[in-house]
């Protein structure tokens, strides 16, 4: 299975394209868009998200990531091998976090030897190198190394707003699994209760809880807490004992 994780967004011509080129290199491989609705450019908060939304995938997934305002420069090709699973795209940040998060990695950087264009890296080498790791099942097709001393750029959690969904709820890069109990939560100064799940505060009432990916996330009863909050991407949030 490959996996498809990028901001190209759900209409357009990209990620059809995406599709075109793994069944080109990898006939009847099945695919599952999981998201195209990245915030746009932004490489850490799609750092946050990659590891919580593709912790439960089979091993053996191929997962192709794509955020990438600095294609055609000089930043290498990457592929993770994370926790049983392959992770292909640049290596800008993206894998940050989910190398901090694993229990066990290695990141490899990849010579891509065919020609490619200077804007759409997706198409033309991370689509291609995910195809050949689903058929082969590892990379000895590729001629790739291991990274050495690579920094990461990005801290294990982060306490900011990094995604929105359709309903106004906002997603947050910290797991629940880290904080101490009793915690208090407050965003733009108004301080947040716990619960468990929408029903157990009043309609139109805002709380905090763990989502099924196990991040704090905001939201309200029926509402859109980032309506109520004026919430966008990057606004921090308070977390105290």
């Not at 192709?64 to 930043?75: A, F, H, I, T, W």
């Not at 940050?96 to 490619?116: C, E, G, K, R």
Request: proline content about 5%.
């Amino acid at each position: 299975m490959i996996v498809l994780f990028t901001d190209y967004g759900q209409s357009g011509l990209y990620v059809g394209q995406l599709h075109t080129v793994i069944q080109q290199y990898a006939p009847g491989t099945h695919v599952i868009d999981l998201i195209h609705s990245l915030p746009r450019f932004n490489i850490q908060s799609a750092a946050y998200l990659l590891p919580a939304y593709t912790q439960s995938l089979p091993n053996g997934t191929v997962i192709v990531c794509v955020v990438d305002p600095g294609v055609g420069g000089n930043r290498p090709h990457a592929v993770v091998r994370a926790d049983g699973c392959f992770y292909v795209g640049p290596d800008n940040g993206i894998f940050d976090v989910l190398v901090q998060q694993a229990s066990q990695y290695t990141v490899f950087h990849i010579d891509w030897p065919l020609p490619v264009s200077n804007t759409f890296h997706g198409r033309d080498v991370y689509a291609p190198v995910a195809s050949k790791i689903h058929q082969s099942g590892d990379l000895d097709s590729l001629d790739c190394k291991v990274a050495v001393h690579r920094p990461t750029r990005l801290a294990a959690d982060l306490a900011e707003i990094i995604y929105i969904d359709s309903y106004g709820n906002a997603m947050t890069g910290m797991r629940v699994s880290m904080l101490k109990s009793g915690v208090r939560l407050s965003v733009d100064g108004h301080s947040l209760p716990r619960a468990s799940t929408f029903s157990n505060v009043p309609i139109g009432e805002c709380f905090w809880y763990e989502n099924s990916n196990g991040l704090i996330e905001i939201a309200a009863n029926q509402a859109s807490a980032a309506e109520i909050f004026d919430l966008d991407i990057g606004v921090k949030v308070s977390i105290r004992n």
